[in-house]
């Protein structure tokens, strides 16, 4: 077998910086949350403002306290409409691109390291870059 030769700081992910950051939808999948309630994981493919790529997951759950981020993520899509119809269907989630807000998630258990996760998802500008304009 032949294998790249690589440094050790090569070998060591690069943790996505924290704030605005561009994504790619590369699953939905809907389910529930452990409280029963109807929820879409999300797989996104996130490009951060140092051009650094990760994968974050993120979930959308159908409850009045998070339906700002059900909003904001079909505004951040261009889609602002369908929130108001009540569905989110994952086939107009897949291959869609938007700008989420990232943070970091300090783990309060020493067995686990701090994550980035999306705390919000942004509205799209009127001269953002379109789905097929981005290089992933």
């Known amino acids: 077998m032949h294998h790249p030769v690589i440094t050790e700081e090569e070998m060591t992910p690069k943790m996505l910086e924290v704030g605005n950051a561009h994504f790619l939808v590369r699953e939905a999948d809907e389910t529930f949350s452990k409280a029963g309630n109807p929820m879409v994981k999300l797989t996104l493919h996130v490009t951060d403002k140092k051009k650094n790529e990760g994968i974050v997951f993120d979930y959308l759950v159908g409850t009045e306290n998070m339906s700002f981020k059900i909003k904001h993520f079909w505004e951040s899509l261009g889609n602002p409409d369908q929130y108001a119809t009540g569905d989110s269907p994952v086939d107009l ?17 020493p067995k686990y390291s701090d994550r980035i996760v999306v705390a919000d998802f942004l509205p799209r500008e009127e001269d953002a870059i379109v789905d097929e304009d981005l290089p992933f």
């Open 93 to 109: 989630m897949i291959a869609k691109t938007g700008t989420c807000i990232l943070k970091l998630d300090k783990s309060t258990d």
